[in-house]
């Protein structure tokens, strides 16, 4: 099965590619790891990150998608840009999606940690590819 882990931070999304088993498992499509919407898109801007998405996860036959639980309230609450690009997300995504808990990712590298050993060395690829890594069996 083939997971996107993708980390919703402001206008941007960054994407990492799994596949495999927690155990067994490696990086699909490496290179690519960014799209990003304007902060005022308009509609040929949203069409554009669409197309984009879609092509992604038809290029890499993603089947699901796990994307990090905004905040709705609070320190860190989900801003206007994340709010778009999650309603873009799930009107367009081909693939099946699922919300995870940044609580539930820590309990996982509690638990699981050494066994995350793709993992890239910058913070928001970082925590994409934990998203990601939830969604493996």
Same mark, same amino acid.
């Given at each position: 099965?083939?997971?996107?882990?993708?980390?919703?931070?402001?206008?941007?999304?960054?994407?990492?590619?799994?596949?495999?088993?927690?155990?067994?498992?490696?990086?699909?499509?490496?290179?690519?790891?960014?799209?990003?919407?304007?902060?005022?898109?308009?509609?040929?801007?949203?069409?554009?990150?669409?197309?984009?998405?879609?092509?992604?996860?038809?290029?890499?036959?993603?089947?699901?998608?796990?994307?990090?639980?905004?905040?709705?309230?609070?320190?860190?609450? !989900?801003? *206007?840009?994340? =709010?778009?690009? %999650? /309603?873009?997300?799930?009107?367009?995504?081909?693939?099946?999606?699922?919300?995870?808990?940044?609580?539930?990712?820590?309990?996982?590298?509690?638990?699981?940690?050494?066994?995350?050993?793709?993992?890239?060395?910058?913070?928001?690829? !970082?925590? *994409?590819?934990? =998203?990601?890594? %939830? /969604?493996?069996?």
């Amino acid at each position: 099965m083939v997971i996107s882990g993708i980390f919703l931070k402001a206008n941007e999304v960054r994407l990492v590619t799994l596949t495999g088993s927690r155990d067994t498992h490696t990086l699909v499509a490496p290179k690519f790891n960014k799209l990003s919407l304007p902060k005022n898109p308009t509609q040929d801007d949203v069409d554009i990150f669409s197309q984009a998405f879609k092509a992604y996860c038809a290029d890499n036959s993603v089947d699901k998608v796990i994307i990090n639980r905004r905040a709705t309230a609070g320190q860190g609450a !989900g801003g *206007a840009g994340t =709010f778009l690009i %999650e /309603g873009v997300l799930l009107a367009i995504s081909p693939a099946q999606i699922e919300f995870v808990h940044p609580a539930t990712v820590r309990a996982t590298e509690k638990r699981e940690g050494g066994k995350k050993i793709h993992k890239p060395k910058t913070v928001d690829l !970082g925590k *994409a590819y934990d =998203f990601g890594f %939830e /969604g493996l069996i």
